[in-house]
């Protein structure tokens, strides 16, 4: 496997993981996500600092699923590194290690916003930027189109898809936009961007949806990153 045929995050697509739609309240996400995004960036310091962070509360509580999506997700892109520099058995090592905390969180958790939308912006920034052909790409972009699609209904249900924001509600109607549309699932991507046009005219989001609407085909993994910015410098 070479190392661009699976995860490659920028500044951008690492803001993808964005917990806009979370509820008001004592997140864990607060403490960590500013040197996550800075950390998937590159900035190796930060990451560090927010793995070691993780670590510390899985040393106390080990199936506290917030903390555990969190670090997966950590090792999930840093299994690049070592993909990179040519250790492909170390890399497949951490990045199995990686999906394995990450399944075991939703596990643990499956209806924790916190735990849904790491998991499955994280993948479906990595599922991105991997040509079609890639043999891992389809299993990432099924999780996170089930991650996506679960906090859907779940809003739905309750109400606060109405009240989330424009911004957490776009990034999620988008998000399952572009998963469907790349998985090949035309009607459902249709769905999502038409609602965008229907819930947000107006709106940056309505643009990338009307730019889908023209070619129905994915679009460029630039034009699919999070609008806004949630990095700390």
């Known amino acids: 496997m070479k190392p661009r045929t699976w995860i490659y995050f920028t500044a951008a697509a690492a803001v993808g993981l964005a917990l806009g739609a979370l509820q008001a309240q004592v997140r864990f996400d607060h403490r960590v996500r500013s ?49 990179r520099n040519g250790d492909r058995e170390k890399g497949m090592e951490v990045y199995t290690k990686g999906i394995g905390e990450m399944d075991k969180a939703v596990a643990l958790a499956p209806d924790s916003i916190g735990v849904r939308i790491p998991r499955g912006a994280a993948l479906l920034a990595a599922a991105r930027v991997m040509p079609p052909e890639t043999p891992i790409r389809a299993g ?8 996506h699609q679960h906090v859907y209904e779940m809003q739905l249900k309750d109400g606060s898809l109405t009240t989330i924001g424009d911004h957490p509600l ?13 998985l090949g699932r035309t009607v459902e991507a249709e769905r999502y961007y038409r609602e965008i046009q229907q819930r947000l005219p107006a709106s940056a989001y309505a643009q990338r949806a009307a730019k889908w609407l023209e070619t129905k085909q994915p679009l460029a993994a630039a034009d699919a990153q999070c609008i806004g910015c949630h990095v700390r410098k």
């Open 35 to 83: 040197d996550f995004f800075v950390g998937f960036a590159g900035n190796r310091e930060a990451l560090d600092r927010a793995m070691k962070i993780c670590e510390q509360v899985l040393a106390e509580t080990p199936d506290h699923a917030e903390a555990l999506v969190w670090h997966g997700a950590g090792l999930f892109l840093g299994s690049r590194d070592h993909f």
């Open 140 to 147: 990432l972009l099924e999780r996170a189109v089930a991650d």
């Open 170 to 182: 776009g990034e999620l109607l988008q998000a399952l936009g572009d998963v469907n549309s790349r």
